[in-house]
């Protein structure tokens, strides 16, 4: 089994910044040989990418929404993935997920197959 555990989130002001954590652990990890992905889902909508990396730091790829605010990397090294936020907007708030794909997409939580529990990230106006 694998573990994400997600850290970092809490109450920011508009404008604001958060940096958020993922570390994986698990007996099956092979943490450097999958991308990761994170996601975000606010109360009553669904749960929507944000953000993709791949097992090397390569393919890059952020939602629209994000692009050019946020800022996704990984220490292989650490077992880790982040998501540095900067800009921060309101209709930034949400629970913000972690996940380890498995599929050949990157945008659908059903091409990934372990997730976190989640860290609350809530911007105020």
């Known amino acids: 089994q694998v573990q994400l555990v997600e850290s970092g989130g809490g109450l920011v002001q508009a404008g604001g910044s958060l940096r958020l954590s993922c570390a994986a652990s698990g007996r099956t990890l092979q943490f450097s040989s999958y991308s990761m992905g994170w996601f975000r889902q606010a109360p009553g909508k669904e749960r929507e990418f944000v953000a993709h990396?791949?097992?090397?730091?390569?393919?890059?790829h952020y939602a629209d929404s994000v692009k050019g605010r946020f800022t996704i990397s990984r220490d292989n090294s650490k077992n880790t993935v982040y998501l540095q936020m900067n800009s921060l907007k309101p209709e930034d708030t949400a629970v913000y997920y972690c996940a380890r794909r498995r599929g050949l997409g990157y945008r659908v939580p059903s091409e990934y197959e372990y997730w976190g529990q989640g860290t609350q990230v809530t911007v105020s106006s």
């Open positions: 990396i791949g097992w090397s730091g390569g393919m890059i």
